[in-house]
């Protein structure tokens, strides 16, 4: 079975700019969830989507949105990049259809703001 | 609100020895997970173990094992024959269970593990 995939890997922006980043779960899998993880504040909780609606959300200010699609596939939008959105983003997916289930991560998309 | 504290910024084992990593957490809820999670230099998550909370008996997978101690808010990882592939950083995690939502996992700061040749 295929992995959790994330595109693009790496990604260099400018300030001001926005951003998307994709994710595609595992076969089967129904909940996305996505983390930013920097060297000062370590891995932290940004959103999770099950079946195509936003069920849970980390605090994190409105720039920051997501969305899921019917195949389960979700985005990640960054508006007006600030240089402490510099993080290597990750996206995890899971069965999501009880509390508890493992979470399977991706490789990451590592976005720098210059 | 949810905590996770590793300790131990930086561990160091002699391969084919054995390792404990602590952790301790903090959570008024009373049904919740713990996890442990690996990631190499590659950045890859990957998920070591995990424990549900009310299971008293201790979670194994091959040479990592957790010494779950509930009452005292710790969750230790014990990884057993330490091999080079080991090395990496390693992320204690917890998570809470909101019916059938799947809540959000709480990381801790994370342990670097090098294993010496």
Known sequence: ?114 | AQTVTQSQPEMSVQEAETVTLSCTYDTSESDYYLFWYKQPPSRQMILVIRQEAYKQQNATENRFSVNFQKAAKSFSLKISDSQLGDAAMYFCASLLRYGGSQGNLIFGKGTKLSVKP
């Not at chain 1, 926005?18 to 993880?37: A, E, M, N």
């Not at chain 1, 980390?58 to 600030?82: K, Y």
């Not at chain 1, 959105?85 to 590592?110: I, N, V």
């Open chain 1, 1 to 114: 079975k295929a992995g959790v995939t994330q595109t693009p890997r790496y990604l260099i922006k400018t300030r001001g700019q926005q951003v998307t980043l994709s994710c595609s779960p595992i076969s089967g899998h129904r909940s996305v969830s996505w983390y930013q993880q920097t060297p000062g504040q370590g891995l932290q909780f940004l959103f999770e989507y099950f079946s195509e609606t936003q069920r849970n959300k980390g605090n994190f200010p409105g720039r920051f949105s997501g969305r899921q699609f019917s195949n389960s596939r979700s985005e990640m939008n960054v508006s007006t990049l600030e240089l402490g959105d510099s993080a290597l983003y990750l996206c995890a997916s899971s069965l999501g259809d009880a509390g508890g289930d493992e979470q399977y991560f991706g490789p990451g998309t590592r976005l720098t703001v210059t």
